[in-house]
T-cell receptor, first 112, second 117 residues
Framework: QKEVEQNSGPLSVPEGAIASLNCTYS??????FFWYRQYSGKSPELIMS????GDKEDGRFTAQLNKASQYVSLLIRDSQPSDSATYLC????????????FGRGTSLIVHP | EAQVTQNPRYLITVTGKKLTVTCSQN?????MSWYRQDPGLGLRQIYY???????DKGDVPEGYKVSRKEKRNFPLILESPSPNQTSLYFC????????????????FGPGTRLTVL
């Protein structure tokens, strides 16, 4: 069974702080990893994709991938109340369909 | 505008009354999929399609059917809905050769909130 695990939270951080969201996955040879943000009642929207080990930065967001540890994380710098949402980790597992498997999501609350 | 559309957006129905939720994308994507989302369970894959006439089961296919007769459309069919199919449903599409460097990105529809009484 190929699985994507996330802590459901909620993760609560003060405005301006760094929020750190973590995700582990079950298949060592997976190659495609994504972070989506979802506001309540809305559809998920892509924040970051990452395909190789290391860090990838886009504005206030940094995705970190460690394939040996089967671990992918998302850092949000200078967190804003508008970042309050559920963050979904998704993985495309090797050897299967090209459709991602999603984790259950981590709820992030940024308080003023 | 590139988009995935779903209809209806909201539906209340009764047990056993067949229904279809339509999904259409205008991006010429090969891959399409259906997810359901329930509190605490995240997004779970129902069915997916790699191309026209090619469909396969996801993690929770029981009680659902799909078809892919055209590349742009991927309807979800509930032949005999039951209350445990009350959920928020998302259709998504993607392509391994999407432009802009975002290969494999899932583009989601707005969601269909289904209630089965």
């Amino acid at each position: 069974q190929k699985e994507v695990e996330q802590n459901s939270g909620p993760l609560s951080v003060p405005e301006g702080a760094i929020a750190s969201l973590n995700c582990t996955y079950s298949d060592r040879v997976s190659q495609s990893f994504f972070w989506y943000r979802q506001y309540s009642g809305k559809s998920p929207e892509l924040i970051m994709s990452i395909y190789s080990n290391g860090d990838k930065e886009d504005g206030r967001f940094t995705a970190q991938l460690n394939k040996a540890s089967q671990y992918v994380s998302l850092l949000i710098r200078d967190s804003q109340p508008s970042d309050s949402a559920t963050y979904l980790c998704a993985v495309i597992f090797s050897g299967g369909s090209y459709i991602p498997t999603f984790g259950r999501g981590t709820s992030l609350i940024v308080h003023p | 505008e590139a988009q995935v559309t779903q209809n209806p957006r909201y539906l209340i129905t009764v047990t056993g009354k067949k229904l279809t939720v339509t999904c259409s994308q205008n991006m010429n994507h090969e891959y399409m999929s259906w997810y359901r989302q329930d509190p605490g369970l995240g997004l779970r894959q129902i069915y997916y399609s790699m191309n026209v006439e090619v469909t396969d089961k996801g993690d929770v296919p029981e009680g659902y059917k799909v078809s892919r007769k055209e590349k742009r459309n991927f309807p979800l069919i509930l032949e005999s809905p039951s209350p445990n199919q009350t959920s928020l449903y998302f259709c998504a599409s993607s392509s391994p050769r999407a432009s802009g460097g975002r290969t494999d990105t899932q583009y989601f529809g707005p969601g269909t909130r289904l209630t089965v009484l």
